[in-house]
């Protein structure tokens, strides 16, 4: 679910640093060491475990949403939130009841530290499991980071959380993506960045579930160069997916430029060996996404691969500004295609009582989608002014009020209000996306607004056997998010305040430092 670290994205906002500047970072590294120390004596408070009903979960990206394997539950966990001038991670988990929709925040003792751009698999076994690897924590001033290699599963049966120790596994990292196979959590790529240097990774892991022991992975063949935030899946014959993704490479000296990468490997064993693969270089059919970084990928029903909004940056040495997207492609791993995900619009009441059918959700769409409205979608552009008088145009799929050129009848009248038009997800990158029972569901991300930063909170759904229109589960005004312009003062007091809502740790052994630029 989490894309690329939004360190990257703000680390490539503004020139590296002088030699002074490093060495005052350097001296504050004992600052952020306190910073760790206080989030883990708060997590030694909590001694049960804690079910409260409670609001959507307050504006955050990088986080993990992912599918209880046997209710009908999205689980949230992590993520993180920048108002202009802190950085706030967090450790909280939320569950969202899909029938009832409503949000629980779940409190459990000693559960993983506060992170982002980590990766989350749920697998089904002794009652459902959800593995969360890696991801990064970082200093509220944005400027030192702590990049993790522990690995935590949550035992979703009696909601506790175990810290799985076992040698030989992917050092510290964010960005990365990891799929369950088999009996097995495969890891590939994801980034590092130290104080002077940064490295993106290409290697791939295996995490055995039964014996819970990490191996390394040596595919023959070409496979991809190192990268992260990419697409990662299984594909119905067993192989593995990988596409797309971010690296950054050094052009001069203290200039760095991105790269968006657009091609797409199959990663398979090899004459049915289970330690033994191969990597080969695919060319997929039909229409792919235009080049982005900061996409959000989940599975499809019949296995196909969903993939959804991101940015185009346009990048030049000293600034950075991004087109962003919310638009839905469809990868189909048995035909190696790859196809535009287009609403059709809800076909009209009229028409459905013509033919004695009520207007009943089928399939999924009972669970949450509901009624998804009765409107047409149609493209519109808009302008949103931000508080510094920055104008953003904003594209946006909306659904025009009434049937496509339908009149309706005085009884639909009286049955339905015409409404007003019902928007889909607004264009974002590092969205979260679930599917359960055939509905997507997109939480939060962030778009840019000049040198403003909107971060999201809001939660829509889309019945993907339908694909008719999306429907609105929790809206959001970006007009109303708190945002504080950048001041010339320096880390503070205030800093060990944390994160709004939650108690987090933050384990020293588990992870590798970094004081990596924001």
């Not at 997590?43 to 804690?50: C, E, F, G, N, S």
């Not at 819970?212 to 299984?234: A, D, E, I, N, Y």
């Not at 064993?269 to 330690?275: F, Q, V």
Request: charge should be negative; include cysteine.
């Amino acid at each position: 679910n989490p894309v690329f670290s939004l360190k990257e994205r703000r680390g490539r906002r503004c020139s590296l640093e002088s030699e002074a500047g490093w060495e005052v970072r350097l001296e504050r590294w004992e600052d952020l060491e306190a910073l760790i120390a206080h989030f883990q004596t708060l997590d030694a408070k909590r001694t049960q475990i804690v079910e409260t009903p409670c609001p959507p979960p307050s504006p955050r990206l990088n986080a993990s949403l992912s599918v209880h394997p046997e209710k009908d539950e999205l689980i949230l966990f992590g993520g993180e939130y920048f108002n202009g001038q802190k950085t706030f991670l967090y450790n909280e988990l939320y569950v969202y009841n899909i029938r009832k929709d409503a949000w629980t925040k779940v409190d459990i003792p000693s559960p993983p530290p506060r992170r982002c751009a980590h990766q989350a698999v749920v697998v089904p076994q002794g009652g459902g499991q959800l593995w969360v690897f890696g991801g990064e924590f970082a200093s509220p001033s944005g400027e030192q980071f702590y990049h993790y290699k522990d690995l935590w599963v949550l035992h979703l049966a009696t909601k506790t959380w175990e810290q799985v120790k076992s040698t030989g596994g992917p050092s510290g990292r964010s960005g990365h993506r990891m799929v369950a196979w088999k009996r097995q959590l495969i890891l590939f790529g994801g980034f590092h960045e130290s104080t002077r240097d940064y490295i993106y990774y290409n290697d791939v892991y295996a995490f055995n579930l039964d014996t819970f022991t990490w191996s390394k992975l040596s595919p023959s063949g070409t496979g991809p160069t190192p990268r992260s935030g990419c697409q990662m899946s299984v594909t119905p014959q067993g192989g593995i997916v990988i596409y797309g993704g971010y690296s950054k490479q050094r052009v001069k000296k203290d200039v760095d430029k991105g790269m968006r990468h657009s091609d797409m490997f199959l990663l398979k064993p090899e004459d049915g060996r289970e330690d033994k693969w191969v990597w080969t270089r695919m060319n997929p059919s039909g229409v792919k996404p235009t080049p982005r970084s900061g996409f959000s990928v989940a599975m499809a029903p019949n296995h196909q691969t969903l993939f959804f909004g991101g940015v185009c940056d346009e990048e030049e040495e000293e600034s950075l500004a991004g087109e962003f997207f919310n638009d839905l492609y469809f990868y189909d791993a048995t035909r190696n295609r790859w196809f535009e995900g287009q609403l059709k619009g809800p076909k009209s009441e009229k028409k459905k009582r013509r033919r004695g059918r009520r207007e009943e959700p089928e399939g999924g769409s009972k669970l949450a989608c509901g009624g998804a409205g009765t409107q047409a979608p149609v493209e519109v552009v808009k302008e949103v002014v931000t508080e510094d008088g920055t104008v953003v145009t904003i594209k946006q799929v909306l659904s025009a009020p009434g049937s496509a050129g339908q009149p309706q009848s005085e009884d639909e009248d009286s049955l339905e209000e015409a409404g007003s038009p019902t928007p889909g997800p607004c264009p974002r990158s590092n969205a979260m996306l679930a599917v359960k029972h055939g509905v997507l569901y997109v939480y939060g991300g962030m778009f840019e607004a000049g040198d403003r930063q909107v971060t999201l909170s809001d939660l829509h759904c889309l019945d993907l056997h339908r694909m008719e229109a999306w429907k609105a589960l929790v809206e959001m005004d970006p007009e109303t998010q708190e945002w504080l312009e950048e001041t010339d003062s320096e880390e503070d007091s205030e800093e060990v305040e944390g994160a709004e809502g939650g108690d987090e740790d933050e384990d020293e052994d588990s992870g590798e430092e970094s004081g990596a630029e924001d």
